[in-house]
């Protein structure tokens, strides 16, 4: 069974501040992994992913994510936080074999930034 | 690319009443559209999975009868919320992909219902 977990409910940081989301997960095998971010009454805007390759993920707005196999991780990084990037991110995980599988959902970090 | 519209944005209607939610993917063919209900700031509960052609897979839990999905064309995906009581108030959200398990979902908008 596969299960994501993103430990912190809440993520409060300083407007120029690194940012940082955290997310684990538990699955057999190699899976996909997403981010994905949510503003408030809108869907969810795709950010980046991991499929193989270099650990470090580069995605939208200016956001980046490191794959940790070891220690089962995919965190979400940003060097400098702006205000603009407060919102609700989904950490999120495909099995590689299920082309129309279904994404497991993190329970979500919601990001507080601060001018 | 890959744009998912989901229409309407806002219900608000009696109890008792029937309502539809449109989600069409705009410039790809989505075989397969999920259907998902989000409560405030939780993560979203996979309703049921919608395929083109044929009948929907819903999850555990969550009534067909009550949550009515079709998936009559390659760009159209419906759920109609039947007898809308207040309890099934809720944002509910549709995406699709273009295939592949390494391929990102795409969402809609969502749709904000609010039954009286």
């Known amino acids: 069974a596969q299960s994501v977990a993103q430990p912190e409910d809440q993520v409060n940081v300083a407007e120029g501040n690194p940012l940082t989301v955290k997310c684990t997960y538990s699955?057999?095998?190699?899976?996909?992994l997403f981010w994905y971010v949510q503003y408030p009454n809108r869907g969810l805007q795709f950010l980046l992913k991991?499929?193989?390759?270099?650990?470090l993920v580069k995605g939208s707005y200016g956001f980046e994510a490191e794959f940790n196999k070891s220690q089962t991780s995919f965190h979400l990084k940003k060097p400098s936080a702006l205000v603009s990037d407060s919102a609700l991110y989904f950490c999120?995980?495909?099995?590689?074999?299920?082309?129309?599988?279904?994404?497991?959902f993190g329970a979500g970090t919601q990001v507080v930034v601060t001018p | 690319g890959a744009v998912v519209s989901q229409h309407p944005s806002w219900v608000i209607c009696k109890s008792g009443t029937s309502v539809k939610i449109e989600c069409r993917s705009l410039?790809?063919?989505?075989?397969?559209m999920f259907w998902y209900r989000q409560f405030p700031k939780q993560s979203l509960m996979l309703m049921a999975t919608?395929?083109?052609?044929?009948?929907?897979?819903?999850e555990q839990g969550v009534e067909k009868d009550k949550f009515l999905i079709n998936h009559a064309s390659l760009t159209l995906s419906t759920l109609t919320v039947t007898s809308a009581h207040p309890e099934d108030s809720s944002f509910y959200i549709c995406?699709?992909?273009?295939?592949?398990?390494?391929?990102?979902?795409?969402f809609g908008d969502g749709t904000r219902l609010s039954i009286l």
């Open positions: 995406s699709a992909g273009l295939g592949g398990a390494h391929q990102p979902q795409h």
């Open positions: 699955v057999s095998g190699n899976p996909y």
């Open positions: 991991y499929i193989t390759g270099d650990n």
């Open positions: 999120a995980v495909r099995d590689r074999t299920d082309s129309w599988g279904k994404l497991q």
């Open positions: 410039d790809f063919q989505a075989t397969t």
């Open positions: 919608s395929n083109e052609g044929s009948k929907a897979t819903y």
